[in-house]
Structure formats: structure tokens, C-alpha cells
């Protein structure tokens, strides 16, 4: 009698025990879980305070936001392929300057070639003659111009003073002699023409 009293104890015992180990269970489960319920039935009501206006003038608003951004957009590229336009034609007139002006001595040796010779029935001359009429034809067709020196008022923008006489036979700033030819490009001087300037 007395082993089954203690065989009853022991089980209430252990019976005791699994029943607070579940009730602590659930106490550390009721902990960590969050009151999401009063947050999901918040979040319906926000929605549904948002009326179709709103949507509306939110959607306006964005429309308006990415236009402006595309003009901006457009106006920048169109602002570019202007420039590059600009630059682009800068760098081929500065390469045609730049290509005339060394292929310029060659020019000025034909002419003096052609003025020092006295039989113009030479082949020879007729040679020269030919090359440098064929040099100044091109250097025409691609646009560049001999500046006007003889006989003109210096200008020092065209030309270039490297000597002056006293001569009463020319006016003040006359020029009396060109000493080398000068040329120029669009209005843009290649090379000065080198002159002598009277009074």
C-alpha cells in the first residue's frame, strides 16, 4: 500500500511538472509575438483615406516632375550637338590654316622663280608657270585669298609694316611695296602681307 502511495505521489509529481513547463511555454510564446492584428487593421483604413483626387494630383505631380526632366534632357543634347557642330568646323578651318601656312614658302619660291626668268619661252618657266598657276587655283577653291597690299591704306590687322620712307608721291599710310604676299582664310589672315609703309 505504502509503494503505491508513493508510486501516486511520484506521478502527480511529474504530472505537476510537464503542466508548469507548458505554462511557461506558452508565457515565453505570448512574449515574443507582436500585436500585428491592430496593425493590419490600421493599415485598410490608411489606404482607404486616400481618395481618387489624391491619386490624381500625386500622378499630376510625377507627370509634370518627368517632363520637366525630359525638356531639360533635350535642351542639353540639342546644346551639345550645336557645340559640336561649332567645334567640329573650328577644327577643320584651323586644319586648313594651319596646312596652307606650311605649304605657303613653296608658293612664294615658285613666284620667284617665275619672276626671275627672262625667256618665257622656256620650258622650263612654262613648267614652273604651270605649277604655281595649279598651287594658286587650288588654294582659290578651298578659300583662301591673297590679301591686297599695293596701293591700299595699312591696316595693321592685314598687314605687316617692316620698313617706311618719306615719299611725297603717296599719301599718308600708302603702301609703297609689298615684300611678301600675305593671305587669308574666312577673314581670318593666314599671313600678314609684309609691306613699306610711305609717310
Do not use: W
Request: proline fraction near 4%; include cysteine.
Amino acid at each position: 500500500m505504502e509503494q503505491k502511495k508513493q508510486n501516486e505521489e511520484v506521478e502527480n509529481k511529474e504530472v505537476e511538472q510537464t503542466e508548469q513547463v507548458e505554462q511557461e511555454k506558452n508565457a515565453v510564446v505570448e512574449q515574443k509575438e507582436p500585436e500585428q492584428p491592430e496593425q493590419t487593421q490600421e493599415a485598410p483604413e490608411q489606404a482607404e483615406e486616400q481618395t481618387p483626387e489624391d491619386k490624381i494630383a500625386k500622378l499630376e505631380a510625377q507627370c509634370a516632375d518627368y517632363l520637366d526632366k525630359y525638356q531639360r534632357c533635350l535642351a542639353e543634347f540639342d546644346n551639345f550637338r550645336k557645340r559640336t557642330i561649332k567645334e567640329k568646323a573650328s577644327m577643320y578651318d584651323d586644319g586648313v590654316r594651319s596646312t596652307i601656312e606650311k605649304l605657303l614658302p613653296v608658293v612664294d619660291n615658285l613666284e620667284r622663280a617665275v619672276a626671275v626668268v627672262e625667256n618665257a619661252e622656256d620650258s622650263f618657266y612654262k613648267g614652273v608657270a604651270m605649277t604655281l598657276k595649279q598651287f594658286q587655283e587650288i588654294m582659290t577653291a578651298i578659300g583662301v585669298e591673297p590679301i591686297k597690299a599695293l596701293g591700299e591704306t595699312f591696316n595693321p590687322n592685314m598687314h605687316a609694316a617692316v620698313a617706311h620712307e618719306d615719299n611725297e608721291e603717296y599719301g599718308e599710310n600708302t603702301i609703297m611695296l609689298e615684300m611678301q604676299k600675305g593671305y587669308k582664310y574666312k577673314d581670318k589672315v593666314i599671313r600678314h602681307s609684309m609691306v613699306k609703309v610711305a609717310n
